[in-house]
């Protein structure tokens, strides 16, 4: 998008002028100079006559012209030449010409001025008042003036200048504007809801803010106030800057984004000017949609900062407060925010009247996702064996951004390949790639292979024999990211919530690891670290948060609270004896120990399947679902 240019002030005008031709300036200056000095020697040799001196001068007939100038002080400046002489005794000889000054109501022998000059035969031209000459003298000396001091000025001024826009490159918001229309032509490619896969009730709740900038009359009319600003709250990569660009293109009103932290700078005060910078250009392209992302950055709790109540975050913060409360109702002019961290956003802020509206942004479900999946692909050719709803269904989690780079490694892959269609293998090794890394291409030993192999086979076969269990999806020994192999189980939909027995399930599956290590090869790894560090805190939770230990009963131990000095990071704070932290401790131990035993009388029941898994993984290092169930 090409940057707005503004238009040229007269002085860069003139610079321009000056570059390209002040070089011919000093010449003609000192042409001028020269043709001065010669028209001033050509006076030299005036003389000033007396009154009486002129009156002989004319009575002898030994003047030839004059010119009669009439001054604004009530004079006559007569200024003329003699007739030449060549007697060097006479005193005409000293000069050629003369000036005289009389008053205006002066006579000539008691003759008019004009009678007296036609009496004696003098040729004499009336000039109207002032001098010419020295009027055009006054304009070059003040031309002169006028180039000496820009000569001066000049570094001067550009020094100001220089300064002005380096403050202004500070001072004024460098948000972007992207003006969905102009008197020609679409300046960029308008996105709208269509664009926008799933989020149904996001875009249900923000059609009232369409309607607004469309018909904000109707509005009015019914004395409804429509909300000022719109946070939009969710994890990353949810699409929440996606349905800000589709609320602008439905709309069809101005783009105006920017992110929280390029208002926050070192300099107190720069965060506050482009505060008011951003909103003076939104409301001179109205109707416009403010978008500031990652408000968090911008608007923290104030007094969570090292700098008390001055420091620059506040500053910036309190600016944002007053603009917001200053929108006039009939501009047509919406802030929209995102941010992933609304529990740090300062309470004023969020007020009504400010921020009134909230609009969840949630991970897409299976649904979705499918959604999501097919606005990614439709400029992609895929293969017929490429089933969406498999990829959505194993795709849990997975956020609009996460899908999107999912098809682009497959793409990419498909490319590097030379095919000419996205298969569902390429798809499946992008899957096993951004959830559990690349493949690491490291030698480990063959008994490294085979502890591996027990290990991940160990998961496997209790995720099988455990019904509540997620249904298993893969098994691999091939070392990926930090891990040497992995066991991947993915749900049939998606989960909001979890019993019990369906959490014990997950422990089962997590200590089976652990257990195959102990039972088949005798021995104790460091590999079920990743697999103790989820059980226990998984443990914890349903201990202490979800009430689901008989010993304790249905209590929630332990209170989250926000560090404010620290920008509220959450931390949990004991509220609790020392007699019950040691009954915490003691009933998540019997509850790791009681799931740990289970998943060993899993595997001493099935250990004739347990060997042949392993054998199978040994010599193929990866296998699906349906290949372990038809062995087994």
Not at 90 to 116: P, V, Y
Not at 276 to 301: Q, V, Y
Request: glycine content about 6%.
């Amino acid at each position: 998008m090409k940057k707005e240019k503004e238009p040229k002030s007269l002085w860069e005008k003139f610079e321009q002028f000056w570059k390209k031709r002040g070089k011919y300036f000093f010449p003609l200056l000192l042409v001028i100079i020269l043709f001065s000095l010669l028209f001033n020697s050509g006076n030299k040799a005036e003389q000033k006559l007396e009154y009486n001196e002129f009156i002989k001068a004319a009575q002898e007939r030994k003047i030839d012209k004059i010119v009669i100038e009439s001054q604004t002080t009530g004079l006559y400046k007569i200024k003329g030449s003699f007739i030449g002489t060549r007697n060097p005794d006479d005193s005409i000889a000293k000069g050629k010409n003369f000036i005289l000054i009389i008053r205006k109501e002066a006579k000539f022998e008691n003759l008019e001025l004009e009678n007296f000059f036609k009496k004696y035969d003098i040729k004499f031209t009336v000039k109207g008042k002032g001098s010419g000459s020295s009027l055009l003298g006054l304009l070059f000396y003040l031309f002169i003036f006028f180039v000496i001091a820009f000569i001066f000025l000049r570094p001067t001024m550009k020094s100001m200048k220089e300064q002005e826009k380096y403050l202004n490159k500070y001072t004024k918001s460098s948000a972007k504007l992207d003006k969905q229309k102009t008197s020609s032509k679409i300046v960029s490619k308008k996105i709208t809801f269509k664009d926008v896969a799933g989020l149904k009730e996001a875009k249900e709740e923000l059609k009232e803010t369409i309607d607004f900038l469309k018909n904000p009359i109707n509005f009015s009319k019914l004395g409804g106030r429509v909300p000022r600003g719109v946070l939009l709250v969710g994890p990353p990569g949810t699409g929440k800057t996606l349905l800000a660009k589709a609320v602008a293109g439905e709309s069809s009103a101005n783009f105006i984004y920017s992110s929280g932290s390029e208002f926050v700078e070192m300099f107190v005060g720069v965060g506050a000017s482009r505060v008011r910078s951003l909103f003076a250009r939104a409301k001179a392209n109205t109707p416009a949609i403010i978008f500031i992302d990652e408000l968090d950055a911008l608007a923290r709790h104030r007094g969570a900062g090292l700098g008390g109540g001055h420091d620059e975050r506040e500053q910036t913060l309190n600016q944002l407060l007053v603009e917001l409360d200053g929108f006039d109702e009939r501009e047509n002019v919406i802030l929209l925010a995102a941010t992933n961290r609304p529990d740090i956003l300062d309470n004023a802020l969020l007020r009504p009247g400010r921020f009134d509206r909230k609009v969840y942004t949630n991970l897409p479900d299976i649904e979705d996702r499918e959604a999501i999946l097919k606005v990614h692909t439709r400029n992609k050719p895929l293969a017929n064996n490429a089933d969406l709803k498999i990829i959505a269904r194993g795709t849990p989690g997975f956020s609009g951004a996460d899908l999107e780079n999912l098809v682009n490694e497959a793409a990419l892959k498909a490319a590097r390949e030379k095919k000419e269609k996205i298969e569902m293998d390429d798809i499946e090794w992008a899957f096993d790639k951004l959830l559990m890394g690349a493949e690491k291409k490291i030698i480990i030993t063959s008994k490294e292979k085979q502890t591996t192999a027990y290990h991940e086979a160990g998961h496997a076969l209790t995720s099988l024999f455990c019904p509540e269990a997620d249904p298993l999806h893969k098994v691999s020994i091939i070392p990926r990211g930090q891990a040497l192999g992995i066991t991947v189980q993915l749900p049939l939909k998606d989960k909001y919530l979890y019993s019990k027995e369906e959490l014990e399930a997950k422990l089962i599956v997590l200590m089976g690891g652990r257990a195959a290590e102990e039972i088949f090869l005798d021995q104790l790894t460091t590999g079920a670290s990743n697999d103790l560090e989820v059980a226990t805190k998984l443990a914890r939770k349903m201990v202490c948060n979800f009430g689901m230990s008989t010993e304790l009963g249905p209590l929630s131990f332990g209170q989250k609270e926000g560090e404010l000095f620290l920008g509220k990071d959450l931390r949990q704070i004991r509220n609790y004896s020392e007699d019950t932290a040691k009954k915490i401790d003691e009933t998540i131990k019997n509850l790791i120990d009681e799931v740990y035993q289970k998943a060993k009388n899993i595997l001493e029941k099935n250990k004739d399947k347990m060997e042949k898994l392993v054998k199978l993984l040994l010599e193929k290092e990866t296998l699906t679902a349906e290949v372990i169930k038809k062995v087994l």
